[in-house]
């Protein structure tokens, strides 16, 4: 009976071991999952005055500071289901958006110059104050999608562009006659993505299910045309083409400059 009760205590005890193995492996590849997270999303809204997301990334100390700076609860610390970097600063516009606080209060209590009050500074003359002008943030671009956008479908909703706090700037309608009645006028909302800021409350007010009109990371929702195209209308572009020549013939070697001349030559 003794022999017996021992040998049960063993077995409870390597159980009791096997589980804690268990539960540390459990840990080790939760901590793995969480490493490979911990680091920049391209998909990801930051408070206003946040740094390019790599550099953010790096700079945040995941204080929280901004979140309780925060008077309408708009930010929140990621965790492991929100597929960015745990621990830093974000928003979710269709839940809670940015309610384009005028004294930003959530970017000069940030420690580390994750959030920069240079990135959003009020100018003057065309030159930059120590203010932060939250109508200079740019913390995405309002897209909307004219498939599921009623307004496209000719039913008059005009909610996301009366949502804008930057009306008749960041979001305009657009007039355009309804072919299909006749008698009708669509009033289809127009984002002007150097207004828009990307606070979220056009997406947040927006009455279908599934809103037609989201806030998307700018690097997400504008394209790059390329150093490579000059737009001859605008007299600072044509002037970057002819720095960008000049540096071009300052980088040629002499030796590029005789075989250039030499290819002259050959041409005659």
């Not at 009976?1 to 939760?30: H, P, W």
């Not at 932060?132 to 309002?142: F, H, N, T, V």
Request: aromatic share 6%.
């Amino acid at each position: 009976m003794a022999d017996e009760l021992q040998n049960n205590s063993r077995r409870d005890a390597l159980k009791t071991l096997f589980q804690g193995i268990g539960v540390l492996g459990l840990g080790g590849s939760l901590w793995g999952s969480a490493a490979i997270k911990l680091k920049a999303s391209e998909l990801t809204l930051r408070p206003p005055g946040a740094l390019e997301e790599e550099d953010f990334v790096k700079a945040c100390i995941r204080c929280g500071t901004c979140v309780e700076a925060c008077p309408y609860d708009t930010l929140k610390l990621a965790t492991l289901d929100n597929h960015t970097a745990i621990g830093t600063p974000f928003f979710e516009a269709r839940l809670v958006p940015c309610y384009m606080c005028p004294d930003v209060p959530c970017v000069p209590v940030c420690p580390s110059g994750a959030l920069d009050v240079k990135v959003i500074a009020k100018q003057i003359d065309g030159h930059n104050t120590d203010e932060p002008d939250i109508r200079r943030a740019k913390m995405g671009i309002a897209v909307v999608d004219q498939e599921t956008c009623l307004a496209y479908w000719g039913i008059q909703c005009d909610v996301c562009y009366r949502a804008c706090p930057l009306m008749d700037e960041a979001i305009t309608l657009e007039y355009k006659r309804n072919e299909r009645t006749g008698k009708h006028a669509f009033l289809e909302p127009v984002v002007h993505s150097d207004i828009c800021t990307g606070c979220g409350l056009c997406e947040h007010a927006c009455v279908t299910e599934k809103a037609a009109i989201f806030v998307l990371p700018r690097e997400i929702a504008t394209g790059k045309v390329g150093e490579h195209y000059i737009k001859g209308w605008d007299k600072a572009d044509e002037e970057r083409l002819i720095n960008i020549k000049k540096a071009e013939t300052k980088e040629s070697s002499p030796e590029d400059v005789l075989n250039d001349w030499e290819h002259l030559l050959d041409d005659e």
